[in-house]
T-cell receptor
Framework: DAGVIQSPRHEVTEMGQEVTLRCKPI?????LFWYRQTMMRGLELLIY????????DSGMPEDRFSAKMPNASFSTLKIQPSEPRDSAVYFC?????????????FGEGSWLTVV | SQQGEEDPQALSIQEGENATMNCSYK?????LQWYRQNSGRGLVHLIL?????REKHSGRLRVTLDTSKKSSSLLITASRAADTASYFC???????????FGTGTRLTIIP
């Protein structure tokens, strides 16, 4: 399996622009997570989906952030409009909850810089 | 909010020595996991220990869990330069997959 695939790997954008981050989870996994990592705040869970349905979006910082999962193999995290404080590494992760637990598999991250 | 807090924040040791990292958490848990993150990369799962387990081994890794103290430790024996990374504990309070990560320990192995 190719693992969790994220794109773009790096993006630099101007303040006010729309940013769309994409994720392809591991085939067969039924849960998908979006995390944000910064030096100041560490690793924060933004939202997670189970069977394509958003279960908990309490970590989404504000209305500028939105996430969708139209099918089991694709998810997007959108920021509109972007602000410099959104600069961070955004990780997508997926898992299959089963009797062995809920090991989460991370993508390599999307490094976002908003100038 | 951070559920887990790792200690120390940073650790430097000589290659071949053992490295111990600790994690404290606040609420009761279903399981606790440890992850490694190499610089510029995503997190990689290392080991999971359930709330009814006290110790678990995987290769050079040894994890302990003390639910009465709400703490866990990760021991890496015979450290190697490739072990240089940040290590995070993650807890699952309710068993619903919502993992909350700690602040991490940055481990540096000096060749």
């Amino acid at each position: 399996d190719a693992g969790v695939i994220q794109s773009p790997r790096h993006e630099v954008t101007e303040m006010g622009q729309e940013v769309t981050l994409r994720c392809k989870p591991i085939s067969g996994h039924n849960s998908l997570f979006w995390y944000r990592q910064t030096m100041m705040r560490g690793l924060e869970l933004l939202i997670y989906f189970n069977n394509n349905v958003p279960i908990d979006d309490s970590g989404m910082p504000e209305d500028r952030f939105s996430a969708k999962m139209p099918n089991a193999s694709f998810s997007t995290l959108k920021i509109q409009p972007s602000e410099p404080r959104d600069s961070a590494v955004y990780f997508c992760a997926s898992s299959l909850l089963d009797v062995s637990g809920n090991t989460i598999y991370f993508g390599e991250g999307s490094w976002l810089t908003v100038v | 909010s951070q559920q887990g807090e790792e200690d120390p924040q940073a650790l430097s040791i000589q290659e071949g020595e053992n490295a111990t990292m600790n994690c404290s958490y606040k609420t009761s848990i279903n399981n606790l996991q440890w992850y490694r993150q190499n610089s510029g990369r995503g997190l990689v799962h290392l080991i999971l220990i359930r709330s009814n387990e006290r110790e678990k081994h995987s290769g050079r890794l040894r994890v302990t869990l003390d639910t009465s103290k709400k703490s866990s430790s990760l021991l890496i024996t015979a450290s190697r330069a490739a072990d240089t990374a940040s290590y995070f504990c993650a807890t699952d309070p309710s068993g619903n997959e919502k993992l909350t990560f700690g602040t991490g320990t940055r481990l540096t192995i000096i060749p």
